[in-house]
Each structure stands twice: as C-alpha cells, then as structure tokens.
C-alpha cells in the first residue's frame, strides 16, 4: 500500500480482556516495529522484525505482550490480560531495510488503546 | 544506552518568524537522525532523514542539521506559518535496529 496502515484506529477494552493490534506495511519493507506512545511522551521501542522473525523483542515489558508476522508482511500485536496500564497510543512503523537507507522509517497512524 | 534530549519542551513564536529546534543524543556512534512532525491525536510524519555521513538536509522550508560528534541537531524552521504548529520530535538510530525518540518540542505558532 501507499503508507502504514493499522486497525483498528482506536480500540477500549475492559481491564483483563485480550486484544490484537494489526499493522500493515508499505509493500515490500522488510524491516517493521512497533512502538508504545504515552500522553506527553516520545515513541518506545517494543519489538523489531526483519522478514518473518523478531529480531530484537527487547522493548516487550512483559510476557503479556506477543508480536507476529507469520508471512513477512502484516504484522499483529497482541496484548494478553491487559491492565489500565497498557493505555497508549501503539505506533508501527516500516523501512525499507533495517538501516532505514535511504528513505528512513514511515509511521502509521497508531491505534489509541484504552482499558477501563 | 543512548538518551535524546529536546530542548525547549514548549515554543511559542509569531508567525513569519524563523526559528531552531535542537536536539542532543549521548551515544554519537549513530548510523541516521530523522526529524519527524506529530499533530494532536495522529501519527509520525517524516520531514527530513540525515544520514551519518551527513551534515545537513533541507526540505522547503526546514533544514535540519546534524554534528555527530557533539551529539547535536537542530531543525530550522524558515518563516513560520499556523500549519507548523505541531510536536516535532527527533529520533536517533544507533547500532542496534531502533529508533530512540525525544520527548518532543511542543510548536506554536502565533497568527
């Protein structure tokens, strides 16, 4: 497609209910990640994937928190158990190639996820 | 473990005005530096990538520049405008695969 595409745009859900976040790059970026935006904050790293397999999973800030992306393309973030916590904005972004040479990182609109 | 710094957090400038918004990074073993514009409730925009190797970009009315070994970038913004207000944020790309974000520079411009 033209651009990161995520679904659903915004998603609430009640405390302890599992969700799943979906992140479709630009065609043909091997390279894609998912960040965690608070209010007031910048971007965190949660997890990186280059083709099929994560790469650096290092941001995820618990076992309650799983990424796929079983044929290297579309990508889904699932969040198990979820806590008010979890409240933020999560952010995709994909690249070209890990290095983000030479057209550097595209974001998608982020999905603003609420637990109450 | 690399740490990037906007300085200020909030702007408030005149319209027609130029003005710089800087950035420092601890680490200056970086392989790229992105600038990037986010409006209330919406996404990333990119607005100018500079690779390592580099020591400036511009894009119309931005340039952004960077020197990697005193861990400094600033985004010079040229006759500001209404539309430009918005959070510019700054992101460093080191030796592993991530980004690592500032905390933003919140922009308004006074019509």
């Known amino acids: 497609g033209a651009g990161v595409s995520q679904t659903p745009s915004n998603k609430v859900t009640e405390k302890g209910k599992y969700v799943e976040l979906r992140c479709d790059p630009i065609?043909?970026?091997?390279?894609l990640y998912w960040y965690r935006q608070s209010l007031g904050q910048g971007p965190e790293f949660l997890i990186y994937?280059?083709?099929?397999?994560?790469?650096?999973d290092s941001g995820l800030p618990n076992d309650r928190f799983f990424a796929v992306r079983p044929e290297g393309s579309v990508s889904t973030l699932k969040i198990q158990r979820t806590e008010r916590g979890d409240s933020a904005v999560y952010l995709c972004?994909?690249?070209?190639?890990?290095?983000?040479?030479?057209?550097?990182?595209?974001f998608g609109s982020g999905t603003r996820l609420t637990v109450v | 473990k690399q740490e990037v710094t906007q300085i200020p957090a909030a702007l408030s400038v005149p319209e027609g005005e130029n003005l710089v918004l800087n950035c420092s990074f601890t680490d200056s073993a970086i392989y790229n530096l992105q600038w990037f514009r986010q409006d209330p409730g919406k996404g990333l925009t990119s607005l100018l990538l500079?690779?390592?190797?580099?020591r400036e970009q511009t894009s119309g009315r931005l340039n952004a520049s960077l020197d990697k070994s005193s861990g400094r970038s600033t985004l010079y913004i040229a006759a500001s405008q209404p539309g430009d207000s918005a959070t510019y944020l700054c992101a460093v790309k080191g030796g592993n695969e991530k980004l690592t974000f500032g905390t933003g520079t919140r922009l308004t411009i006074i019509p």
């Open positions: 994937f280059q083709g099929t397999g994560a790469a650096d």
């Open positions: 500079i690779q390592s190797s580099q």
């Open positions: 972004a994909s690249s070209l190639n890990p290095t983000g040479f030479p057209y550097g990182y595209t």
């Open positions: 065609s043909g970026h091997t390279a």
